[in-house]
């Protein structure tokens, strides 16, 4: 059960896809699902960021901008779950901060790959917290956490697999959701499960930080 004193990002995180996705819904019916509608709310599409730089905001908003109902449900209930698990065990700064940079990287990656397509979705952040929940379990001792970045492994291939066979999924966006998780894992790791020197975890951040920059200027430019 998830509880606003226990999960305070979590519950925040899904009150505010919620309240983002029912707007929509209450406002424009049918033409919520449109591009124009989609965009209004914070959607991303590469082309006209490049044209307006001053939008990058627009890395962020996607997170909290689903498309149809299924995409809505998917997404919350998948949040539900993982984020229980994230931020118990990141604690919830580190927690927060785990979604939004993972959100950012992997519209960076979209902007970068696949700019002409309209995109939004939390699910960029989803493959984040799998990838960083399953790189804190490879460097831990703990068995359960171990155990279950083994299982996590397997998720995520699964799912890209998914995703090559599906239209209308953004892998480009889950890979950059990935890479950011993975970086992020090993910084943000809680020190109790993980001992990863300080080196280490610094290094991790900054790969994350020069990888994102250079991705953000290169999409830009070109």
Same mark, same amino acid.
């Given at each position: 059960?998830?509880?606003?004193?226990?999960?305070?990002?979590?519950?925040?995180?899904?009150?505010?896809?919620?309240?983002?996705?029912?707007?929509?819904?209450?406002?424009?019916? /049918?033409?919520?699902?449109?591009?124009?509608?989609?965009?209004?709310?914070?959607?991303?599409?590469?082309?006209?960021?490049?044209?307006?730089?001053?939008?990058?905001?627009?890395?962020?908003?996607?997170?909290?901008?689903?498309?149809?109902?299924?995409?809505?449900?998917?997404?919350?209930?998948?949040?539900?779950?993982?984020?229980?698990?994230?931020?118990?065990?990141?604690?919830?700064?580190?927690?927060?901060?785990?979604?939004?940079?993972?959100?950012?990287?992997?519209?960076?990656?979209?902007?970068?790959?696949?700019?002409?397509?309209?995109?939004?979705?939390?699910?960029?952040?989803?493959?984040?917290?799998? /990838?960083?929940?399953?790189?804190?379990?490879?460097?831990?001792?703990?068995?359960?956490?171990?155990?279950?970045?083994?299982?996590?492994?397997?998720?995520?291939?699964?799912?890209?697999?998914?995703?090559?066979?599906?239209?209308?999924?953004?892998?480009?966006?889950?890979?950059?959701?990935?890479?950011?998780?993975?970086?992020?894992?090993?910084?943000?790791?809680?020190?109790?499960?993980?001992?990863?020197?300080?080196?280490?975890?610094?290094?991790?951040?900054?790969?994350?930080?020069?990888?994102?920059?250079?991705?953000?200027?290169?999409?830009?430019?070109?």
């Amino acid at each position: 059960m998830i509880t606003l004193k226990k999960h305070p990002i979590t519950s925040l995180l899904i009150f505010s896809i919620s309240l983002v996705f029912l707007s929509m819904q209450a406002l424009y019916l /049918a033409q919520a699902e449109s591009p124009l509608i989609i965009y209004r709310f914070g959607g991303l599409i590469g082309n006209l960021l490049k044209v307006n730089p001053s939008d990058l905001w627009r890395l962020v908003t996607p997170i909290f901008v689903h498309i149809g109902w299924e995409h809505f449900l998917f997404n919350t209930v998948s949040l539900f779950f993982l984020g229980k698990i994230a931020e118990k065990l990141y604690g919830s700064t580190k927690f927060l901060v785990l979604v939004i940079l993972s959100g950012i990287m992997g519209n960076v990656f979209v902007l970068l790959l696949t700019p002409d397509v309209i995109v939004a979705g939390a699910s960029t952040s989803i493959f984040g917290l799998f /990838a960083a929940i399953m790189i804190t379990g490879h460097f831990s001792s703990n068995v359960l956490l171990k155990n279950l970045s083994h299982s996590y492994r397997a998720l995520i291939i699964i799912n890209l697999l998914f995703n090559l066979i599906t239209p209308g999924v953004s892998i480009a966006g889950h890979l950059g959701g990935l890479l950011g998780g993975l970086l992020l894992g090993i910084g943000l790791s809680p020190k109790q499960e993980v001992h990863l020197s300080a080196p280490t975890r610094f290094l991790a951040f900054g790969a994350y930080s020069i990888a994102l920059i250079s991705l953000v200027l290169f999409s830009l430019s070109h």
